[in-house]
């Protein structure tokens, strides 16, 4: 079974600059998660999809940060204009739906970095 | 209070013994715990789930639950080099339906 698919792998930009994460989740799993992981911290949730709804977003920046999920399966995260705290690594993640399984499962994840 | 709290370390255990892993919470109500094991420059990799208090074993991995004492332990016997990483708590919060992580506990295992 293919695992949770992200791309790009990394990227560097300067402040005030945008970027687009993408995601692919396993196959079936009606969920799928957006996590901020700063160095020496654990991931913070940004965003959360049940098919192609917003469950929870209450962590997100919406004024520089943005995520969809067309179809209910892929999603893009967007940061429109980045700052230089915006360094992080984005991981994706995905499960079964809530109250099935809570268990989550990451893919690769972006190192962004923000000079 | 942090949601979930766990000691940074790093934990150091020599090769061959138990490393024993802590992790606390503050909701008492949550129901859902999972430990995830992250290596550098690695995203987090589930390795244990555990839902019911007491014990739950996997392999050299062994999961213990308190709910009422509010805390959640990883042990790993018969520790190994390759188990040195960071090791992850995670709780699903009540009314939530996502997980809230730990700082994490760095393990190192000295050969």
């Known amino acids: 079974e293919a695992g949770v698919a992200q791309s790009p792998r990394y990227k560097i930009i300067e402040k005030r600059q945008s970027v687009a994460f993408w995601c692919n989740p396993i196959s079936g799993h009606a969920t799928l998660y957006w996590y901020q992981q700063i160095l020496g911290q654990g991931p913070k949730l940004l965003i959360q999809f049940q098919n192609n709804g917003v469950v929870d977003d209450s962590q997100l920046p919406k004024d520089r940060f943005s995520a969809e999920r067309l179809k209910g399966v892929d999603s893009t995260l967007k940061i429109q204009p980045a700052k230089l705290e915006d360094s992080a690594v984005y991981l994706c993640?995905?499960?079964?739906?809530?109250?099935?399984?809570?268990?989550?499962?990451f893919g690769p994840g972006t190192r962004l970095t923000v000079t | 209070q942090k949601e979930v709290e766990q000691n940074s370390g790093p934990l150091s255990v020599p090769e061959g013994a138990i490393a024993s892993l802590n992790c606390t919470y503050s909701?008492?109500?949550?129901?859902?715990f999972f430990w995830y094991r992250q290596y550098s420059g690695k995203s987090p990799e589930l390795i244990m789930s555990?839902?019911?208090?007491g014990d739950k074993e996997d392999g050299r991995f062994t999961a213990q639950l308190n709910k009422a004492s509010q805390y959640v332990s990883l042990l790993i016997r018969d520790s190994q080099p390759s188990d040195s990483a960071t090791y992850l708590c995670a709780v699903v919060p009540t009314g939530r339906r996502a997980l809230t992580f730990g700082s994490g506990t760095r393990l190192q295992v000295q050969p």
């Open positions: 555990i839902y019911s208090n």
């Open positions: 993640a995905s499960s079964l739906k809530p109250g099935v399984s809570y268990e989550q499962y």
């Open positions: 909701d008492r109500v949550s129901q859902s």
